[in-house]
């Protein structure tokens, strides 16, 4: 099961970090990724992680602004949100793939066979 916390209201330009927590599993063998869910859009893709952390993918509109890490011994997966936008605005899903992922399967949420429950991001100006 994965648990996803730390969402909250945050102004714009300002800083979350989000954490996705894994309980009756470990993580080290998986890839995980974040997604997220606008109001009246569709889930999209924001980051992810293979399961060493040597790897990770950013959608072009976080990066440079967003950072996935993953700590092994935590069995526990981050999002680093920095400098954040209104557009930032989701609900936050955390996910785990439990197979390899190449090429633009990292970004699609049909890749990934666990999903957390989501934590809400507002973001004000």
């Known amino acids: 099961q994965l648990q996803a916390s730390g969402g909250g209201l945050a102004q714009a330009g300002g800083f979350l970090r989000l954490s996705c927590a894994a309980s009756?599993?470990?993580?080290?063998?998986?890839?995980m990724g974040w997604f997220r869910q606008a109001p009246g859009k569709e889930r999209e893709f924001v980051a992810a992680i293979n399961w060493s952390g040597s790897s990770t993918y950013y959608a072009d509109s976080v990066k440079g602004r967003f950072t996935i890490s993953r700590d092994a011994a935590k069995n526990t997966v981050y999002l680093q949100m920095n400098s954040l936008k209104r557009e930032d605005t989701a609900v936050y899903y955390c996910a785990a793939a439990s197979q390899p992922l190449y090429g633009s399967s990292w970004s699609r949420s049909i890749a990934y066979n666990s999903w957390g429950q989501g934590t809400l991001v507002t973001v004000s100006s």
């Open positions: 009756g599993r470990t993580l080290s063998s998986f890839v």
